[in-house]
């Protein structure tokens, strides 16, 4: 009787864990497009912007692509000056994002 069991608890165990390793998970962003992108496109979702703020915008994002990779390059041995050093970077990019924006820019 307890080989029964078992044996019906290891097929059911085998069962459902196979279903479980054929879902892949998403590759692509939720919002849809290049995970590259994707940030931006859901970040930006219902605000509309000028030619001007979107041209500082991408040259915003270019400044802090550049600076991260110089960062990432430099390989700091310290982590937490490496962690400081990134929160200062994401605080200063936000300020600069709020700089460009304005209340007309919200419908």
């Known amino acids: 009787m307890k080989k029964t069991i078992l ?5 059911f ?12 998970p998403a ?3 939720p919002a849809g497009g290049d995970k590259t992108e994707c940030c931006d496109n859901f970040l930006f979702e219902g605000i509309i912007l ?17 600076k991260a990779k110089a960062d990432k390059d430099a390989k700091k041995a ?4 490496a962690a400081d050093a ?11 994002l709020k700089a460009i924006l ?3 820019s919200v419908f």
């Open 86 to 96: 990134r929160k200062a970077a994401k605080k200063d990019r936000l300020n600069s």
């Open 13 to 24: 165990a085998t069962t459902f864990s196979f279903s479980a390793l054929a879902q892949t």
């Open 102 to 104: 304005t209340p007309e």
């Open 50 to 66: 000028t030619p001007e703020q979107q041209s500082q915008i991408e040259a915003l994002k270019a400044s802090c692509d550049a």
């Open 7 to 11: 044996s019906l608890a290891v097929l």
């Open 27 to 29: 590759a692509t962003c």
């Open 78 to 81: 310290d982590r937490k000056a």
